[in-house]
């Protein structure tokens, strides 16, 4: 009893010091705040849920806009929003800042070797072949052709029917679901058709499962003990199980289709990924699989986060939408039986590049991007980094910067992107790594921004959207996965727009 009551009148004694100690330590001048033991931890937890608008806050203080950032455990590392650190990361000195085997071993069970979770020879060599097709005309062609079709067949008779019938909808997942039939279409010529909901059950499955693995694990990333998921994963419980059976649903679903095409064993039979990389005969059905499934990754929610983002910034600017609307009218003047646009007609919209990329530079898919260092460095803007430590750049804070921006770096201004002759500049990648940059720099770009104007231009062409579910002047809460989405989906109600002919 009396052992008791001295503890009691210890921690009595000491709690107001412990206070004291963690909650009023001089500031420093900028930077992550950072308390004896605890490193960051106690801001970062304050602040997880806000991540993106705290570190945006915090680096835009710094001179550099970089900050070191300290856990405990020893996990330390470095987060920047200086374009001359990014260059020395992604290619001065790329060989130094791999994805690194924690980023690669948390992914290892739902990517296995495929090219977003490998680093070294593996990665090179998936790198090599996917380059050389992401370069020919017949990928080209093809990633048109799916676009189109899938337009013609899915995203516009679905939006039509939501007009004709006053529904309202969750834009964010019909373009999810449309850009995940889009993408299997490429991987492997099947559609698994998420979204008019009357695909196969396999296919519904198959998308559900590749969800929910991917969000869980994305989910390991926010562990601040890296044990607990071990333990959870070798006891095969809760998210753990969940993640487990995903994954068995989603491999068994690819490798179906991989183990029939191998069987068929033919000369080059589609233009699909996977009939592409079935030609090298040293790829093994795993490792088949494992491409296909990273390339669905990479390409799955990036598009259809940006057009959310985009859609609710036009919501509220009908002077953009109406420069959008002048720019395909010049192009074609409008004709109701086509809902579509070819290569080189996507090719001339300038404008919509620009209100497409002023979007990205806002609300960037891939908000931000971490490596590791593996030997001890100075990056140019004297920041001493060690080996071990995480190097992140942060898109979404680079794309807040006055320092690359200018004052104005906060307003949706497309025009700030077009040169005197009206055509859309290509900024420094650096500056700009929406789409990462150097030796790793994204295969989909140019496909991406292809994909993302034939959309944008046939659904703005055809239709009207009101926002209902984020009052006028509020900004929608996103959640923070491996891409950007709103919290809450974008509720919209659809109408046809009336044409001037
Ligand atoms: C707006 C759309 C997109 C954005 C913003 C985007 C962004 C990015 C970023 C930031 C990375 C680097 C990730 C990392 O290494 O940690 C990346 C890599 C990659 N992206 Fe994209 N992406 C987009 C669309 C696509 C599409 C449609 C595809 C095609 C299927 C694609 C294929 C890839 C691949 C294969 C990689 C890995 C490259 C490598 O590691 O060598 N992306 N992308």
Known sequence: MELISTIFSLILFFTPFIFFYF?????PKYGFKSYPLLGSLPDFIKNRHRFLEWSTEILAGCPTNTAVFRRPGKIHGVITANPSNVQHMLKTNFENYPKGPRFITLLQDFLGQGIFNSDGHIWKVQRKTASYEFNTNSLRNFIVHISTAELQTGLIPVLREAAERNRVVDLQDLLERFAFDNICKLAFNVDPGCLKGVGN???SEFMKAFESAATLSAGRFMYIFLFVYRIKKFFNMGSEMQLRDSIRIVHEFADNIIR???????ERKGEDLLSRFIQDSSNSAEMLRDIVISFILAGRDTTSSLLTWFIWLLSSRPNVVDKILQELKKIREYDTDSDTYSFDELREMQYLHAAISEALRLYPPVPVDTKLCENDDVLPDGTVIKKGWFATYNTYAMGRMESIWGKDCLEYRPERWLDENGVCKQESSFKFPVFHAGPRICLGKDMAYIQMKSIAASVIKRF??????VKED??????LSLTLRMKEGLHVSVKERLLET
């Open 23 to 27: 909650f009023h330590l001089p500031n």
């Open 201 to 203: 059950n396999a296919g």
């Open 260 to 266: 029939s095409r191998l069987q068929e064993r033919v």
């Open 464 to 469: 009207t959207f009101e926002v209902v579910n």
């Open 474 to 479: 509020a900004i929608p809460e996103h959640v």
